[in-house]
């Protein structure tokens, strides 16, 4: 066993009361409309910072994701189509089959998924060790709408089904 497994093993409970304190402060963070314009970030004072961050519709979580950092993919959020969040709109609210990260909705669609992101809330709460997991842990446990589930979460889950 390595020095990290042994680590983990041995503080399982604390790792796990870590974990749940972070998604109360996500949970309880300020939540913010997102508007489609490229000062978005700034204008709510995003910081530069690692950290994870939640969508919510009404106080349903809806996505969550982790980053290096926050104002850099909240700007990437604002892009068209360049994010997973909007082409999981595209694809789960507006049927759109062909959105990935290359192929830009019809601009028909475009509108509908802004108009359906400006209906969003998002939170965000700095976390320097453990934004993974977290991001992992929350899919998890909360199943947000737009989150496809990793490989290493699925394979997970069937190891404990087994």
């Given at each position: 066993m390595d020095i990290i497994e042994e680590l983990v093993n041995n503080n399982q409970e604390l790792i796990d009361d870590y974990i749940k304190r972070l998604i109360e402060k996500l949970y309880n963070a300020t939540r913010y409309s997102y508007q489609h314009e490229r000062q978005w970030s700034k204008k709510n004072n995003?910081?530069?910072?690692?950290?994870?961050?939640?969508?919510?519709?009404?106080?349903?979580?809806?996505?969550?994701?982790?980053?290096?950092?926050?104002?850099?993919r909240m700007n990437d959020i604002h892009?068209?189509?360049?994010?997973?969040?909007?082409?999981?709109?595209?694809?789960?609210d507006f049927g759109y089959k062909g959105a990935n990260s290359k192929n830009k909705a019809d601009d028909e669609t475009e509108e509908k998924i802004t108009k359906r992101m400006e209906q969003?809330?998002?939170?965000?709460?700095?976390?320097?060790?453990?934004?993974?997991?977290?991001?992992?842990?929350?899919?998890?446990i909360k199943d947000p709408k737009y989150n496809k589930k990793t490989?290493?979460?699925?394979?997970?889950?069937?190891?404990?089904n087994s």
């Open positions: 995003v910081p530069g910072t690692e950290g994870v961050y939640g969508i919510f519709d009404e106080d349903k979580l809806c996505y969550v994701g982790e980053t290096a950092c926050l104002q850099e892009d068209t189509m360049h994010h997973t969040i909007r082409r999981n709109i595209a694809k789960l969003l809330k998002i939170a965000w709460i700095e976390v320097k060790l453990g934004r993974s997991e977290l991001e992992e842990k929350i899919i998890e490989k290493r979460l699925l394979k997970r889950k069937s190891n404990k």
